[in-house]
């Protein structure tokens, strides 16, 4: 017998493309999610840049207020050596709109301004920070005077002489720089860049279209959730329709509070991404079809033929014909496979029809379980009586009553072989308007003497009065009989059992509802899907007829009923039926 293995020399080319296929795409996969996560970390690398310088700005300005704070606390000077030390700060650093120095009560004593001109400054928020020794700043705004119009931020520190605070430091840090810092970064053509308050405000942005706007983030509320203030992160929003967006955060750690946003369209952010990966499928297809072509035209009689008779074998085998035999006239391993699976088959089929044989016994047992549970009640009854009829006879009262129970004990016999035909035959439909109050009362009637006896409370309710049905008047009371039945049983320690009737409506479609619901022990939920099919019962033993040939009956009249229960607390059915026309 010849060696399969010297084919599969020859089927090198061919045999590789699953390999090839899967190296190709997990290539492609593990390049796009590497290039994806380059352009985030590169992002965010610039976006921690852009913090650290912002940040260091705005300490740097707090380092230059605290040292000042500190001379003035420590040296006594005069209030003209308050006002130079004041404007040679303000020359010596860039930080400052303008500084200027009150005492404890926010009077004022020198400013760096060239005139002793001070804006309005809010002591009713300063003073009660400082004079307790801490250190006031405001939220970030944009100032308007004197121009040029800026972002700034307002900073108190106190003047501190023996632990005593006799001064107040005020400045306006201008954020002018922290602005062209943003404004200067570049990510692509699309990235954008922007400084966000703790209030989502943009501070300062690379889009000229918020030059100067102390307005909302967009998007900022759907998105303020996914990013912490305590750590760098990234993630992926619809900025708008069918575009998506990749955003990095890095949060400023210091006393300038806010984050650095850095948002750019991801079909430029991984536009390098898209571009080689298709180059790498486009490449691909090249072997691919190489390969194809190889090995198709070196092996297609030797190995191509077998391979057909064997794909035949197993899509018949799947579509369920297990007596298909697979014929391969060779003498190599393909022979022996298709040996194999006709071996299969065969073993397939004998489990198959075991299988079949297993589930009608099955079937079998259970039907006779519950013919033996449903007859043997009235058969017990009827010999019963019929030992004491030898010795009984001549009492009247007993052959009357012996009369009662064996026509009894046959109409339930004959009721449950009714069933049983009405479960797989016809039943007979004779639909008429009926009152839904009349067949209440009929059924209500019926069950009247059981129910006192169960100590079960019966009631109803029919909205509008007069509300009618078109409807099989005999099968209706069947269904409904069964269910009020049903109810009795389930409630051991007595209950109530209502039957409610009205008009309701859903999507603009109306239909009569009719529900009978119990307070009793409840359906568990795993028995409620299968509590309409044949031989599916809530008793303990019994065919469960009752409730198949009753959706059977709703179903007929063009209606649907459905079982909504609760373990402990009881079990409703509702029944909708269409309303006549």
């Not at 991801?266 to 072997?287: D, N, W």
Request: net charge positive; proline share 4%.
């Amino acid at each position: 017998m010849r060696s399969i293995f010297t084919k599969l020399i020859i089927l090198f080319l061919l045999t590789a493309l699953v390999p090839v296929g899967l190296s190709y795409v997990v290539s492609i996969v593990k390049l796009r999610s590497a290039t994806q996560e380059s352009v985030i970390q590169g992002n965010m690398e610039v976006a921690k840049i852009a913090a650290t310088n912002a940040e260091n700005y705005f300490e740097n300005a707090n380092r230059v207020l605290k040292a000042l704070s500190a001379q003035f606390g420590e040296i006594s000077l005069e209030t003209e050596e308050k006002d130079r030390l004041l404007k040679n700060s303000y020359l010596d650093y860039k930080y400052f709109q303008n500084i200027h120095l009150f005492d404890a009560e926010g009077k004022f004593v020198a400013t760096s301004n060239l005139e002793p001109k001070t804006e309005e400054i809010p002591f009713d928020r300063i003073l009660p920070v400082v004079q307790k020794g801490g250190v006031y700043r405001s939220s970030i705004y944009i100032a308007t005077d004197p121009p040029p119009v800026r972002p700034a931020i307002r900073v108190a520190w106190p003047v501190t002489k023996m632990g005593e605070t006799t001064g107040i430091l005020v400045s306006e840090i201008n954020l002018i720089y922290v602005w062209h810092l943003v404004n200067q970064i570049r990510i692509g053509e699309e990235g954008i860049v922007t400084l966000i308050n703790p209030d989502g405000n943009v501070v300062a942005s690379s889009n000229l279209g918020l030059l100067f706007e102390l307005a909302p983030f967009p998007q900022y509320e759907s998105i303020r959730e996914k990013i912490p203030s305590d750590r760098e992160t990234s993630l992926f929003y619809d900025k708008k329709k069918k575009e998506r967006n990749l955003l990095v955060s890095a949060p400023l750690k210091g006393d300038l509070k806010g984050n650095i946003f850095i948002e750019q369209p991801t079909r430029e952010a991984f536009a390098l991404a898209h571009q080689l990966t298709r180059q790498l499928i486009l490449f691909a297809v090249l072997i691919f079809v190489l390969m194809v072509a190889v090995g198709y035209l070196g092996v297609r009689w030797e190995i191509l033929r077998h391979i057909r008779v064997l794909t035949i074998g197993i899509q018949k085998i799947g579509e369920g014909d297990w007596t298909h035999k697979v014929v391969i006239r060779a003498k190599d391993e393909f022979k022996i496979l298709g040996d194999a699976l006709n071996t299969m088959t065969g073993q397939l089929t004998e489990q198959a029809d075991k299988i079949k044989r297993q589930e009608r016994l099955s079937l079998i047992g259970r039907i006779a379980g519950g013919l033996v549970h449903d007859l043997k009640h009235p058969i017990a009854n009827i010999r019963n009586w019929t030992k004491l009829l030898s010795t009984k006879y001549e009492d009247p009262k007993f052959r009357e009553n012996f009369t009662q129970v064996v026509e009894r004990e046959f109409g339930n016999v004959d009721l449950f072989f009714a069933n049983l035909k009405d479960l797989t035959g016809e039943l007979p439909f004779q639909p008429v308007p009926l009152s839904v109050e009349r067949i209440f009362d009929e059924v209500l009637e019926r069950f009247r003497m059981e129910a006192e006896k169960n100590n079960v409370e019966l009631q109803k309710r029919v909205d509008p009065p007069a509300l009618e049905i078109k409807g099989d008047r005999f099968s209706l009371s069947r269904v409904l009989s069964n269910l009020v039945s049903n109810g009795i049983q389930a409630m051991i320690k007595g209950g109530k059992i209502g039957l409610s009737a009205g008009i309701r409506s859903e999507n603009g479609k109306n239909w009569v509802q009719i529900s009978v619901a119990d307070n009793g022990m409840g359906i568990p939920p795993e028995r409620l899907k299968s509590l309409f099919q044949d031989f599916a019962t809530t008793k303990r033993k019994g065919l469960g007829l009752g409730l198949a040939l009753s959706q059977k009956i709703v179903e007929q009249h063009g209606g649907k009923i459905a079982v909504a229960s609760v373990v402990g607390e009881g079990t409703c059915f509702d029944i909708r039926l269409p309303i006549p026309s």
